[in-house]
């Protein structure tokens, strides 16, 4: 991003921050989803955005949009480059899901199948003795796996790839809004 368009996000930030320095009011800022903008220029005033999220201020409530990948990258926020990587994941699961079937090597991989668990994807069942995690670990392993899978493992992938889809088409149709509501820790 140009020098122009560094200021004139930086200026908009900091005026809707309770910090009065980028340093700090960068560190209030969190993204929140993505914008219903029609618009296509960035706060930043970068026009021509494919995707358009929305940042919120966590101190004021403030919120910024519609803002691009490389500006919200230019905040230097782990968590906010953990959830641009979420939602990214989303959109690209939800624009599969929309067409056909998904592909476990594909369509997924294993940022997108920690994505899918934090989000809530992997519901308990009967099948998986009552924890989505099993599942999750399942297609990672799926994934992972270089020799064919076995004739019972692929039944099982396809089934829960379905219910994967679902899901995405859910989140894909505002059905059901991405929000995080489970957390990996350690074993991502
Ligand atoms: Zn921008």
């Known amino acids: 991003m140009d020098t122009k368009a560094r200021k004139t996000l930086t200026e908009a930030v900091i005026e809707r921050s309770h910090a009065d320095s980028w340093e700090w009011s960068r560190l209030e800022w969190r993204v929140k989803g993505l914008s219903g903008s029609a618009r296509a220029t960035c ?48 959109l690209e699961m939800e624009v599969a899901a929309a067409t056909r079937p998904l592909n476990i090597k594909v369509d ?23 924890e989505g995690y099993n599942d999750y670990r399942f297609l990672v392993d799926m994934f992972n796996r270089r020799q064919a899978p076995s004739q019972r493992q692929g039944w099982k992938t ?13 989140t894909g149709s505002g059905e059901r809004p991405r929000l995080r509501v489970a957390d990996l820790g350690g074993a991502a």
């Not at 930043?44 to 919120?63: S, Y």
């Not at 990258?73 to 968590?79: L, N, Q, R, T």
């Not at 294993?110 to 009967?126: D, I, Q």
């Open 43 to 90: 706060v930043c005033g970068q026009p021509g955005l494919v995707r358009r999220f929305v940042v919120a201020n966590t101190v004021t409530a403030e919120e910024l949009e519609p803002i691009g990948s490389s500006c919200i990258k230019h905040f230097g926020s782990h968590a906010m480059n953990d959830q641009l990587k979420d939602l990214t994941n989303l």
């Open 158 to 170: 396809s089934a829960l790839l379905r219910d994967v889809g679902a899901f995405l088409k859910a």
């Open 108 to 130: 997924l991989n294993r940022s997108k199948l920690a994505t899918l668990y934090t989000h809530g994807a992997f519901v308990p069942t009967k099948w998986n003795g009552g």
